[in-house]
């Protein structure tokens, strides 16, 4: 049998640093391109991951994405240590914020991220700690089996 | 392999290998191999970056011959907007149309008054289309090739329409037929281009077969002839391009033309590889429209130009003022004419391997590479930095010897009576146990 390849990456993210603010998603995106994986595949995993690191940007004070690539899917995770979530449901809602004002004259906060992210996963799970942080694990199937 | 037409070339007798142009290549297509720069056909995008910056002169734009005129019964000339901005502001647009009919054409067609009708198409598509949002435009062949190797991910935010060029060719070739009675084959039509992308786009069109143009002469080259007529020539022809389609020249002009409420006009590759990489990432899909030209400032910028860019900025308002605004009549051109006959296929650099399995390997092989190489970026290997070194190496293009950093480091640490270490990475290995 022959070993399974599999390539993971893990990128610092800080919390607060708008200027960065998707540089993570960028290098990302990079990795995974040069991996040859599809173009749709690539978009969907940029997209969610790119929310995650704006959560964590906006949200939290300190964290992290990871990601494992293997033949049959990618899974992202956005680790962070922050604040955590209250009401998990009511955070996946559309529209739904806490965004303070002077996040949402950015741009950002329109409550619209998580519900993204899910929409671009196949799959989604998070794990929160009030006071402590949250983790957000996604997974992302390959529409066509690589070699 | 598919081969592409450049029109950006190198001429290796004056190359000196200096690494100056390695570093402005968005595309990171430019290697320095055994002291001479390489230009790889599939990641140049015809930019001209590296004309610019080539302090020998060693990098050219290939242009048509005016001889490519021979044999031609009629010879169309179809102006850019730019064109007009090389002449004092005193000099009116309708007398350098007559010029042009001395310099060996027998009609002109202002590729400025073709791009009325391509503006109101855009508007259209926008307006109908469901996205993906912002829909891109096609005016700079430039960026269309960018979004082919770097992002092709929005190729289908491109607008599947010709650029004004292209419908200009069309048009032009109509009306000729319409006066003349000749045939198609008897017209030559012959672009004033202000950059080489422009040639590219005539002798290899993206989207389309064959494109409709026979040749482009550089508006540097055809300027001091035409300027030497307007002596000659007291002749005004009508100017049909109008204050909005002269402004097309310039950054933002287009945007102006299409008239939509939520665009953003963009110049400069820099800026524009920004953009696109926020664009990949989903954030901003409210925006329904994206004007991007490559040359700073817009065509006015271009490195086939004469004129300052920005002097040919304050002219461009000054000669608008001038000039009738001129509505074109969409009902001349069938909007089949306007679409992109060809599906712009994806051009992508960056995969390491077709092989996943070989794809992870050489990317951790890169990983592995980046700990031992300078991380100065400095070029001298004849890569453009040290991550693209690490990227050659893997795919087999380079050594790590290369890199003379990590090689003197080597010799100095490893093998003080200077024996070249035949190969840096074992070396490194065994120090690190
Ligand atoms: N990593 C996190 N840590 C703490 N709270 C979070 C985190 N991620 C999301 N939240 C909470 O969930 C809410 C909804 O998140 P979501 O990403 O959907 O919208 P948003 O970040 O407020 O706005 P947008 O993503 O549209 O810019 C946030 O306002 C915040 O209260
Ligand atoms: S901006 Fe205009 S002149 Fe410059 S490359 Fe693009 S089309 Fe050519
Ligand atoms: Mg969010």
Redesign the pocket.
Known sequence: MTEQAVLEVNFPVKGGDFAQAGDVSTKLKRVLQQLGLETSLVRRIVIAAC??E???V???YS?SLKARVSPDKVEVW?E?E?????D?E?????G????PDH??AL???????????KKNSDFMEIE?TLGK??T?YLRFDHEQQVR | MTTYFHSVRLDESKCRGCTNCIKTCPTEAIRVRDGIAVIDSNRCIDCGQCIKVCPNRAKSAFTDERSAMDGFRYRVALPAPSFFAQFRSDIEPGRVIAALRHAGFTHVYEVGYAARAVARAIASYVESSEGPFPIISTSCPVVVRLIQVRFPDLLKNVVPLEAPMEVAAYLARAEVMAETGCSDEEIGVFFLTPCPAKVTAVHQPVGQNKSRVNGAFSIADIYPEVFHLLEKVDEVDPVRSGPVGLNWARAGGESEDVNLDEYLAIDGLDNIIALFEEVELGRLRNLKFIEAQSCPGGCVGGILTVENPFIAKVRLGRLARTLPDVEFDMSSLPAEELRIRQDLSPRPILSLDDDFSEAVRKMSEIDRLMELLPMLDCGACGAPNCRALAEDIVRGQAQLKDCIVTLRQQSQEDHPSGNEPEDSVTLKEEKKR
């Open positions: 929310e995650a704006l959560n964590i906006i949200h939290a964290g956005a962070d922050g604040p955590g979530i209250a998990v009511l955070a996946m809602q559309e739904y914020t806490t965004a996040v949402r741009g950002f906060g329109a409550g619209l991220g998580l519900p993204n992210i929160t942080g949250t957000l």
